[in-house]
Structures are given as structure tokens and as C-alpha cells.
């Protein structure tokens, strides 16, 4: 088993670059479906989910030839298959997406459930199907595979009752080719949502709206080939972002879109942090104690839920009591478990987490639950005094790039070690 080990209590100084955003590239990569054409895509982070997706477009007859290491040439004029391959879509949340893609292109599509990053509750995809069904589709289960079927898709108005990206998402792929208009009411407006409209536009597509909450969508009957460059990756970002501060350092973050940030910049600078805004960087530093802040996750521009973990570590270590609310999903504080054993004082309360900050934070085994909770992990391994063992790494490797060369670079002590199994925390726990 490989485990992460960090050696704590260093401030981390320096520059770190921020690879291309999973949840664009997630939703791209099976974008490119909807032509039989020559695709180039830069700024493709080399990270699990991405690597999965890729290889399930080439066990579809795809060919995946990479120019550079973030730069991908996707040519999916031979695809020959329309199946989508168990095994690989299993534990990738996002294969959901191939859904949308598969009936937008061949109005027919047969894909597993979705699994992936489990927060420890239920992670529905009914708003995704109502909004299938409601160009046409008809959509049955069985055997753990989703079938959407259309005689041909329609365009229709949708109101999302909840805000979802990935509804926004896989139903923006499904009607870019539909006969007519879509108009997606209460849509979600992250950044990542704009990036794949800008690529479907790129493609041929007609859409407007992306990034305010009605997107208008005029299906167009064919759509071709494109180069882009994927928007830099938020989250990554913001989790430096955290770990300059929590560990009193100074970092500048470089490839980013500040604008992206401003939800993390704006919680920072309210915990006394330094926040520095450049073109396309970023520079984080903390001067002295930083104090406690309430947060509330909400869709995009709120405060990315995918930030709440890190930032609670942050808040652990910060003077006074935070409040962290999760208004995105039922049960993301699963990870509070780990932080306590290395000596955070948090009491779950329903949706929120109550963080009595000053915590001195002593090095401990601990599991990486989930991709954000294992950043949280790493970021409360920085912090702590003595050494911190994550295990379940292969969570974190679902979305960072070079984690460990980037952190090392910036001053920390950390790992990637082969451990015997048997030295699980979940089995001394
Ligand atoms: C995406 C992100 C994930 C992030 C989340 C919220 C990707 C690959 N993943 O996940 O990292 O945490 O956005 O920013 O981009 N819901 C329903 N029915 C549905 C779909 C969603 O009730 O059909 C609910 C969910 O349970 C959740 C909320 O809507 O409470 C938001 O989920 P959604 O925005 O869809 O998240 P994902 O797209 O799965």
C-alpha cells in the first residue's frame, strides 16, 4: 500500500504551478464524441480520472497520441464503439458525462453508474435524466447500467430544481446537436461550465449564456474538430492557496485565473491572510496568528464545497471559533474524524462543522476519505508537529498533478512510501 509521509511544521515559500482543471478536462475529453474529427488539448492535467477518461475514449477507437505531457491529440474519426467499458467507468464519477456525449452524437447511449468520489452519502443523478427525458430520451436501468434511448433528441426548456454541474453539464452535451432550442433554467455557473461551452462553440455549437444561470443552447447538425486549452484548475489552486496560509508561508500560484479564486481570496484575507492579485497568479502569505472566519459553501460564485475540507484545516489552526457550512452536499465532514486524531477540537452539528480553532496539530495515521479530504489531510500533515502517514493516496491522485514535486519544491517534507497492508489505520482503528 503507498501512503504519503510528511514531515510537518515547515512554512512552505515559493512558486507553484497549477496544472489544467480536472472538472473542465473531465467533461472535454467526452465532448470530443460529438465529432468524428482531430482534436488538440492543452493544459490536460496528468492526474487518474483524466488518465481513465482517456482510455476509455481509445477502448471506444478513439487514438490518443500525447504531443507534450499536457498536451493530448484526440482523433475520434475511427470510433467503432459505442459501448462504454465497465471497468473503467466504475470508479470514475465523471463518466457520467459520456451520457450526455453518447446521445447528443448517436442519440443512444449505454454507461455504468457512476462511482468515484463518495462524500459518504448518496450522490443522485435524477436531475441529469429529467433533464434527458425532457429532449426526448427514454432512459432505463439495468443490471447497473444507466440506457438512455432517443429516436432523435428535441430541444425543451428545463428548470433544474437544484443547481448541479453536472446536470448543467451532461445536458448541454446531450442538446448541443438536438433538433431546436434548449433553454437550462437555474443552471450552475462554474468556471469549468464556461470552459466546456467555450469548447463546444469552438466545435460549432451555438451557446449562450454559460456562466449566468440560463443558458440557451440552438442545436446545430454537425459539429467539428477544435485545438483549446483548458482553464486553469480552481481547486488545485485554492488548496496552495490554504496550505501558504495554514503553514505561514508565502506562496505565489502561478497559471491561475484570479477570478476564479476571488470565493478563497475573499475567506482568506478574512482570516488576516495577504492576498495579491496578478494577471495569471497569485501570491498568498499570512504575517502573524490568522483568526477564525464562518463559511457557507454554495454554488458557483459561493464557496466551492470542493474547498470546505482544506479551508476547515485552516480554520483549525486559526484563533476563535469558525462555523463551516455545507450547503452542497447532506454528509462532506467525514474526513473531521481524521483531523481529531491529529488533534483538531470540531463538533458536527447536522450540516455544519463547529471549529474551535488554536489547535495544535500532532502528526498521526490517517486515511485520505475522499480527493478534497485527503488535500485536507496533507494540508493538516504540514501543519502538524512530527510525521503524518496518509493513506488511500489514490484519492488524492485522482486530482493533483505532481503533488509531491510541487510541495516539495516550495520547502515541505513529504513522501510517497510503500507500506505492508497490514498497517492500515482502518484496520487499528
Ligand atoms: C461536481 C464536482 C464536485 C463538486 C460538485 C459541487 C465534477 C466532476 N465534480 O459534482 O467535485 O463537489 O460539483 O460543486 O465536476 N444533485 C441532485 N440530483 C442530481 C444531481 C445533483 O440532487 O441529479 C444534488 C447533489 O446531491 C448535491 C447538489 O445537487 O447535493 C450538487 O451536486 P452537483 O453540482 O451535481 O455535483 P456534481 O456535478 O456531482
Redesign the pocket.
Known sequence: MEKFVIKGGKALFGEINVSGAK?AA?AILPATLLAKDVFVIENVPDIRDINSMLQILEEMGAKVNYITRSTVRIDTRHIDSKAVPYELTKNL??SYYLIGALLGMYSNAKVAMPGGCNFGGV??????LKGFSALGAVISTEGGMIMAKAPGLVGASIYFD??????TINVMLAAVKARGVTVLENA?R?P?IVDLANFLNLMGANIKGAGTDVIKIEGVSDLHGCDYSIIPDQIEAGTYMVAAAATQGDLTIKNVIPKHLEPISAKLRECGAIVEEYDDAIRVYATGRLHGCNIKTM?HPGF???MQPQFTVLLALCEGISIVTDS???NRFRYVDQLTRMGAQIQIEGKAAIVQGSAVLKGAPVRADDLRAGAAMIIAGLCAKGTTEIEDIIHIDRGYEDVIPKLTAVGATIARREFPDDNSVAKRA
Do not use: F, M
Not at 450522490?123 to 441529469?128: A, E, G, Y
Open positions: 472538472n473531465v464519477r465523471a450522490r443522485p443523478i435524477d436531475l441529469h437544484k443547481v448541479s454541474v453536472g446536470a450552475a462554474e469549468h454554488p466551492p464545497t470542493d452542497v452536499w447532506d
